[in-house]
Each structure stands twice: as C-alpha cells, then as structure tokens.
C-alpha cells in the first residue's frame, strides 16, 4: 500500500516486477540502476544464488523527485521466478502498488508467460487484491531476439493481455522499452493516486 | 530522528533515550519507512526497510509452517554491532522495527525498552484514517516534468 | 534444575531475599534464575548488567582494580551484584530493607567463585 504522508508531504509506492524466471526481471532494474543520476537512486539490492537467480527479491529505490509538492520515491522490487519458490514471491508481493509484468517473447516460454500470469492472480487474490483493481502494465521483453524465435508483441498482446492494459516491447539487456515500461507503470499508479481511489 | 507521524516520535525518542539504539528504522510490514533514526542517506533507509521487513515476512512464514505463532523478535549478535528485528501489531497495522546497537548498551537492554516502545506505540496510535485524493491539478503536468527529468525520455 | 539454579537456590534461601540470577554481563540476558513472584527478572538482568559494566569502565578510567561487589541500598529494598567468571557473569540478588544482606553476600561471592 502506498504510504502518503500529509505532514511531511511525503508519498512512497512499492512497484513489483512480475513474471516468469529468466524472463528479465533483474536486467530491468539493472538497466534502470545504470541509468538513473545516483542523486536521484539508492543502492541495488540483489538477494540472489550463485547462479545470479534471484532468491528472494532485488530492490531498487528511486526518487522521482517532487510532484504536486509531495516528495515522491518508487521502490522497485522483483520476485523470484522459478514455480518454487511462490512462498516467496507472495511476500514481496505483499502491499503493492502496481505491478509490471515481465514476460519472455520467445514462442517457447509461451505457457510460462501464461502460468505466472495465472499465478499473479492467484497469489494477489489470496491477499485481497482483485488484480483487475491494481496498475499493471506488460513487458514483452526479448523482442531483440531472432523473428523465428519470438512471438510478437501484437500476438502476445492477443495472449496475454486481457484487460487491455498499457504494453511494451522490450530489449531489457539494451534497455530497448525498460524505462517507457517504467514510465506506464509510474503513470498508472500516481493517477490511481490522484484520483483518490482507496490505495 | 525522523517520523511520518507525529505520534510516533515521543516513544521512539524515549526508547533511544533508555536503549542507547544506534539505528532505529519503523517500518510496514511492506517494507514502508514510518521513522528512522541513524540513517544517513534517505534511499539507504529504504534498502534497509525492504531486508528487514523481508526477514520478518519470512521468519513468520518459517514459523507458520512450524505451527508456530511466529517469532517475538530475531536477535543477530556481532562482533562489533548487534541487530534486533521484530515484527508487532497495531492499531494501524503490522509493523516491523529494526534496531542496530553496539557495545555501549546490550541486548537485553534493547529489547526490554523495545516492548515498552512497542506497547507505548499500540497506546497511542490513533486509528487509520482514509486517505483523500493528495495530488492537485498540476498533478500531469509535474508527472511529466519529474518523469522527464529522471528517465530523460 | 540446573547446577546454576541449585547454586541460587542457596542465595535466595537467604533470609528477604526475594530472587537471585545469573546474568550474562555482556547481553544483559538471563542465564538462569531463582526468583520469587513479582520480580521482574529480565528487567533487573538487562539493567544490572548495564550498571556493573559502566561502573567497572568508571572504576577502570579512575585506576581502580574493578568492583568485586554492588550494592544498591534502596528505600524498599536492595540490589547486589558480583561479577564472576572473568566478569563475563553477574550474580545478581534483589532483596527486602530487612534482609540478611551479610549472609546474602557470602553466599553471592561464594557462587560466583564456583563459577570460576
């Protein structure tokens, strides 16, 4: 849940990167971390296996600066992907604010897409959250890969995205698409604020 | 010292006072910074709240597997500083704090002024109030502008 | 029970003393205890370890061998202390205004010479 604070005109939104494992996750927030003025970002938290799988969770905080006099900071996480470790990923899940989901392009991970999509839903409903109520916007990352190997992101837009909801291309590992996604999810979640809908 | 809530600084201050805690952090049980003190940098915090709040979140569901009701606090001992990490309930919903202490006090100490902390902080905190829309009408236009200005695109 | 709480079971046998502790100097925790109803053991323990350490670094700045016996003479009551085992613990006892403090000490000083 965000946290808006009157007296010190303060507001933090917790954002989680979403989908399947290898799919891209961490290449999001480490693109985002090289980028970002160090000013305006803290460190990058990664708790991952030698494997450089993510564990538990990465995190970045970003600040955004100040917007209608409320000095705004995102905080970035991602959940592990692999199917095992839900448990997880349910607790980082916890109190968000929007979500991004990562998807792979490649026709092969087509119904790993689908499955963690399912297990979004799953996992947000068992905390209340009907996910069709929560800023999401859709990542197709890896769309820099072989035309042979990848759906497009029409097709997986047909696929995927059933609510209609904001999607982008993208070449995380080149940063191709990481910051408009970034750019739509923060859109989603501070007109969700501003429209005054229970946070 | 810093706190979101004015409420939350007299019992924070009081528990520094007694405890002599170098680092205090207050967090949801989301990992949001509610106070702090000792931090230097803002963004660091936040880091901070997110493993801490992490630790507790898993420490509960270890012990919910176990049957357990979950663990009062988790004491880590080092060689220089120790840490205290405790996951409570309140009027405004769970939170989570994180103590750092050195050799100028002890673990004891800190954790018997941080069930006083604890209960003067579920006495005095008052209920959750609903948020209102908090963003004005220039709203777009400095989302624009802010956005703009840390993405460059 | 332990060897240590039979040790303080000698302690607070003692004539208005109302509990005896061991207590570990450096974590103000409670290692073991024989204490009546209404003592607050962890609190005496975290807060009687604090008071041993700071008055051993003060005996210490002033070029003193450190304290081998506290004692706090209260309206209601008092609070002994005696470091033991390289002064990693504390024997601690809490007592009535009327207690046998002489015997009380003995016996504290005699623990905490078992406990090396």
């Known amino acids: 849940m965000s946290l808006v604070n009157f007296t010190t005109r303060e507001i933090t939104c917790k954002i989680v990167y979403y989908g399947p494992g290898r799919s891209g996750k961490t290449t999001n927030l480490q693109y985002i971390f090289g980028r970002v003025p160090e000013n305006r970002r803290g460190r990058m938290v990664s708790l991952a296996t030698h494997g450089d799988r993510t564990l538990f969770f990465d995190f970045l905080p970003l600040d955004l600066g100040s917007i209608s006099g409320f000095t705004t900071r995102f905080q970035l996480y991602t959940v592990p992907g692999q199917s095992y470790y839900n448990a997880t990923r349910k607790l980082v899940l916890q109190g968000a604010d929007g979500v991004v989901f990562v998807a792979d392009s490649q026709a092969r991970r087509f119904d790993d897409n689908l499955e963690s999509l399912q297990n979004l839903q799953e996992n947000l409903l068992e905390q209340g959250v009907d996910v069709r109520d929560l800023p999401v916007v859709l990542q197709y990352n890896k769309q820099d ?32 698409g990481v910051f408009e996604t970034l750019k739509g999810i923060s859109e989603s979640v501070l007109r969700r604020l501003a429209a005054g809908a229970p946070a | ?139 777009e236009r400095e989302l624009n502008a802010s956005l703009h200005a840390l993405f460059g695109r | 029970m332990s060897r240590y709480e039979t040790e303080l079971g000698r302690i607070s046998a003692v004539r208005g003393v109302r509990g005896a502790m061991l207590v570990s100097m450096a974590d103000g925790l409670v290692v073991a205890e024989s204490l009546m109803d209404g003592v607050d053991g962890r609190a005496v323990a975290a807060l009687a370890a604090s008071l041993a350490g700071r008055l051993a670094r003060t005996t210490a700045e002033a070029g003193l061998e450190a304290p081998r016996v506290l004692h706090l003479h209260a309206e209601r009551g008092n609070l002994l202390a005696v470091p033991a085992a390289a002064a990693e613990l504390l024997v601690v006892a809490v007592t009535q205004a009327d207690a046998n403090l002489g015997l009380a000490r003995l016996e504290m000083l005699d623990v905490a010479q078992g406990l090396g």
């Open chain 1, 145 to 176: 890969l072989p035309a042979d190997l990848v759906l497009s992101s029409d097709a997986l837009d047909e696929a995927l995205n059933f609510r209609g909801v904001q999607s982008f291309g993208a070449d995380a590992l080149h940063g191709s």
């Open chain 2, 1 to 139: 010292m810093r706190t979101l809530e004015p409420w939350v600084g007299p019992p924070l201050e009081h528990f520094l006072a007694e405890s002599e805690a170098r680092v205090v952090l207050l967090m949801t049980s989301a990992g949001q910074v509610v106070a702090q003190h000792g931090f230097t940098r803002s963004l660091d915090v936040m880091a901070a709240a997110a493993l801490g709040a992490g630790i507790v979140a898993s420490t509960t569901e270890v012990a919910r597997l176990m049957d357990q009701r979950g663990f009062g606090a988790l004491v880590h001992q080092g060689s220089e500083q120790g840490m205290l990490l405790s996951g409570f309930d309140t009027p405004r919903g769970r939170w989570v704090g994180l103590v750092v202490f050195g050799s100028e006090t002890s673990v004891g100490l800190v954790q018997l002024f941080w069930d006083e902390l604890v209960r003067e902080l579920v006495a005095v905190a008052p209920p959750e109030t609903t948020q209102a829309p908090v963003l004005a009408e220039n709203f």
